[in-house]
C-alpha cells in the first residue's frame, strides 16, 4: 500500500484510493511527452492505461480490481489481501 500525501489531489466521483500528483516543470515521459501528472493508487494498483483510469474514475463504491468495499479500513484491506494469497 502507498502512503497517501498531502500534495496527491482527490476526486470526489472516483475510487477513494485514487490519487494525482500534478507535476511542476517540464518533466517529460520517456517518450518525450510532456507530464502533467502522475496517477497513483494507495492500494499499489495505479491505472496503466486510459481504459483502466477510466474505470478508476468511475468506481466510487469498490474498487474495480478486486471488487473490495470502499468503506473498509487501509487495516482490513490489508488483511483480506494477506489472507487471499495464503
Same mark, same amino acid.
Given at each position: 500500500?502507498?502512503?497517501? +500525501?498531502?500534495?496527491?489531489?482527490? @476526486?470526489? /466521483?472516483?475510487? !477513494?484510493?485514487? *490519487?494525482?500528483?500534478? %507535476?511542476? /516543470?517540464?518533466?517529460?515521459? !520517456?517518450? /518525450? +511527452?510532456?507530464?502533467?501528472?502522475? %496517477?497513483?493508487?494507495?492500494? /499499489?494498483? !495505479? !491505472?496503466?492505461?486510459?481504459? +483502466? ?7 466510487? *463504491? *469498490?474498487?474495480? *480490481?478486486?471488487?473490495?468495499? @470502499?468503506?473498509?479500513?487501509?487495516? +482490513?484491506?490489508? $488483511? ?5 494469497? $495464503?
Amino acid at each position: 500500500m502507498i502512503r497517501d +500525501e498531502a500534495r496527491f489531489r482527490r @476526486h470526489k /466521483g472516483a475510487c !477513494p484510493y485514487y *490519487r494525482e500528483n500534478w %507535476v511542476q /516543470g517540464d518533466e517529460k515521459t !520517456p517518450q /518525450g +511527452e510532456i507530464l502533467l501528472y502522475e %496517477v497513483y493508487c494507495l492500494k /499499489g494498483w !495505479p !491505472p496503466t492505461s486510459t481504459g +483502466e483510469q477510466d474505470a478508476c474514475m468511475c468506481a466510487t *463504491r *469498490r474498487c474495480w *480490481r478486486n471488487n473490495e468495499d @470502499h468503506r473498509i479500513t487501509p487495516e +482490513e484491506s490489508a $488483511a483480506l489481501s494477506a489472507s487471499r494469497s $495464503a
